[in-house]
């Protein structure tokens, strides 16, 4: 997994509450056999005039010019601000996995829906919670001030704004050192190497039969 | 201390516990198919990772494979449904690329993963098993741990060969007596689902022991072991015996000469000591258990032939009697409807429950020298794997299905899922020898009754439900 220091970055706007998952990735695009790719069709019902199907290129596809990530003013922008309980409903990974492939990598919101907040930091994705205050605060500077960049430093749990000012926010300990040194599951896991070398040496010599027989 | 077999299965493959419980379990054999597959070979790629250990994996595609001929004929590329073609020609793909052997399409090994595992030699006893599908437990008929994992665990198991588990619960399935005539590991299972329900074994490492299982077959524990899941159970599993090391001697990858008896000799402790502690003991009597039908939407709904089709009336948990309701009105029954009244629009012989060659040899006895109802619109039999398949055709079992009306598939998952072309329609009734019934399992709309080979043979003929017992 992609470790996660300090973030700055174009911040864009998901102006509205309850944002579902089906909005962030819709169902067909499930069949792919990839994690990555889901990138193009993220928000694809907004983003797109015409109904989006998989496998298919979105080069030529009609585009809703009113929908704020189209702007260029928010192209390369890698930090979503967000309303309240954002990522509801279905519990696919295919969420993180499209805003991650688009190219953010935190969301800003007043809150979020459990499973979505969970499948985040499984992706290196991260997803901060500040007040409803600070984050309409952060809308509003955001629209007023065009190329507006946010920084996140996960390690002083801040974020900052261009003018300096700086929010605290919470995170689990725990998660905070997976993201910060890049470890998933498989990296922590890792850290046991030497103990799975060991055991498998044993094994090799106890129960040859285990080894290199499949191939 | 004594202890039972999963305890020594865990600790045999314990690589580090952890404070708050968790531990690393070493992984000994991963099986894989083109479902679960491909987003965690995509992960490894993009966290430029390898498979620690590449001869520990084994993959076939099995899910998606079309089952008939003609559309097998060119491999691969004949595949018609165009998402499946890409998946299998994906684990085609990630095989090559990360040197993992594979018994592709058309490869006469080729067949459902838990088929395939345990008659290849690639799963054996005293082996931890994992493969990305809910019925893995299949090979703990070997005495092995074995289970299912999700996509991101495949990708776990693939990169650090070891699984971040818990340890769970013992619990003792013990059905001693028995079986009756004409009873087969189907329907014991199907009793078993029904007595304890589709959670009773939640948390828990379900070893199958008593008469009834040390005399049946590796097959036949093969399909006790496959239903834990619907059972609630992530691992099932059956002690080490003679019968465990006839089946296993001369497979393919199984251990030959000198480590021969040096495996047997530690296999042989892959059993429960006496007096070890089990938390949960069910007991059974063999001679008690029928031939069991499904008659709802899950697998505990079930009862035997000789039964109706229960009331809900007469059910005093209200939510209980609310499924049954919705389960009657989905499946078009009426309470207290004789189970042999219930007409089959179609048979489905195969999957990884029953499609092993005692299954098909039960199947082809009871149709033998028979004619298909004509009420019947299809009766499919599919072979579990290319070597089942074989010797079928070897004992002239695929002449018997053929003469009587039933048609004789390649190897695949098949309606057991309806992801490739072979799905029931809205409304349709079957006598399926699979394991799940839920919902659309089958096709959207489709309405499954699980049974074993000789009762699902039995429905063909006769168009509806029988007593395969008294059935000539
Ligand atoms: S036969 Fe059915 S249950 Fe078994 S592996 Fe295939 S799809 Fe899963």
């Known amino acids: ?215 | 201390m004594a202890k039972t077999l999963y305890d020594k299965l865990w600790d045999a493959h314990l690589v580090h516990q952890s404070d708050d419980g968790s531990a690393l379990i070493y992984i000994d054999r991963h099986i894989v198919h083109e479902v679960t597959s491909p987003q965690a070979f995509d992960g490894l790629r993009m966290a430029g990772r390898k498979p620690w250990r590449v001869d520990s994996i084994l993959a076939t595609p099995d899910h998606n494979v079309p089952t008939t001929r003609k559309e097998r004929a060119h491999g691969v590329s004949g595949i018609q449904d165009p998402v499946s073609l890409i998946q299998v020609k994906t684990l085609d793909d990630n095989c090559d690329e990360f040197g993992i052997l594979e018994f592709k399409i058309n490869d006469e090994r080729q067949g459902i993963v838990h088929v395939v595992g345990p008659e290849t030699g690639a799963c054996l006893p005293g082996m931890t098993v994992v493969c990305g599908d809910s019925h893995t437990a299949t090979n703990g008929a070997l005495g092995s741990l074995a289970h299912g994992i999700g996509t991101s665990e495949v990708e776990h198991v693939m990169a650090t060969q070891c699984l971040v588990a818990k340890k769970m619960k013992n619990m003792l399935i013990k059905v001693d007596g028995k079986l009756g005539l004409g009873v087969t590991p189907k329907d014991v299972v199907l009793a078993i689902i029904a007595k304890i329900g589709t959670a009773g074994g939640t948390g828990y490492a379900m070893e199958f022991g008593g008469q009834v299982f040390r005399e049946m077959s590796m097959e036949g524990r093969m399909t006790v072991c496959n239903m834990a899941i619907e059972a609630g159970a992530r691992a099932g599993m059956v002690a080490v015996d003679q019968t465990t090391i006839d089946y296993v001697k001369g497979r393919t990858f199984a251990p030959k000469g000198d480590l021969w008896e040096k495996a047997v000799a530690e296999w042989k402790n892959f059993v429960s000591d006496d007096g070890a502690h089990f938390d949960s003991v069910v007991e059974i009597n063999g001679a008690d258990i029928k031939p069991q039908v499904s008659w709802g939407t899950s697998p505990e709904m079930v009862v035997s032939v000789e039964d109706k089709v229960p009331d809900p009336a007469s059910e005093i948990d209200p939510v209980k009697r609310n499924d049954m309701i919705r389960a009657l009105q989905y499946m078009g029954l009426e309470a207290n409807q004789p189970i042999t009244s219930i007409h089959v629009d179609r048979v489905f012989i195969g999957s990884c429950t029953n499609s092993r060659i005692e299954d098909i040899r039960a199947a082809a006895e009871v149709v033998r020298g028979r004619q298909k109802a004509g009420s019947v619109k299809e009766a499919i039999v599919v072979p579990g794997s290319g070597a089942v398949k074989a010797q079928a055709e070897a004992e002239g079992l695929d002449k018997i299905f053929i003469a009587a009306g039933l048609e004789w598939r390649e190897p695949g998952c098949s309606m057991c899922l309806a992801m490739n072309a072979d799905k029931l329609g809205a409304g349709e009734h079957c006598a399926s020898t699979s394991n799940r019934n839920f919902e659309g399992r089958q096709g959207y709309g489709g309405r499954t009754h699980l049974v074993s080979p000789a009762m699902a043979a039995a429905a063909a003929i006769a168009g509806h439900f029988v007593d395969v017992r008294t059935f000539n």
């Open chain 1, 1 to 215: 997994m992609k470790s996660f220091t300090v973030i700055q970055g174009i911040a864009a706007p998901m102006d509205r509450a309850n944002v579902d998952t089906d909005m962030i990735i819709p169902k067909q695009f499930l069949k792919s056999i990839k994690r990555t790719g889901f990138g193009k069709n993220l928000f694809d019902e907004l983003r797109y005039l015409d109904e989006g199907k998989p496998d298919q290129s979105c080069e030529g596809r009609p585009i809703n010019t009113g929908f704020p990530l189209n702007f260029p003013r928010y192209k390369d922008a890698s930090i979503l601000l967000a309303r309240e309980n954002f990522g509801c409903g279905s519990s696919r990974e295919h969420a993180p996995w499209a805003l991650d492939d688009y190219g953010f990598r935190s969301v800003i919101a007043p809150s979020f829906a459990d499973i979505f907040f969970n499948n985040c930091f499984k992706n290196g994705l991260l997803p901060i919670i500040l007040s409803e205050e600070i984050v309409d605060r952060l809308f509003k500077e955001m629209y007023a001030t065009e190329g507006y960049q946010l920084t996140v430093d996960l390690a002083a749990q801040t974020v900052t704004t261009p003018s300096g000012d700086s929010f605290g926010f919470e995170i689990d300990a725990f998660r905070k050192h997976c993201l910060l040194n890049g470890l998933d599951d498989i990296g922590l896991t890792l850290e046991h190497a030497d103990k799975i070398r060991a055991y498998e040496t044993r094994r090799r010599a106890e129960a040859p039969w285990l080894f290199d027989v499949v191939k």
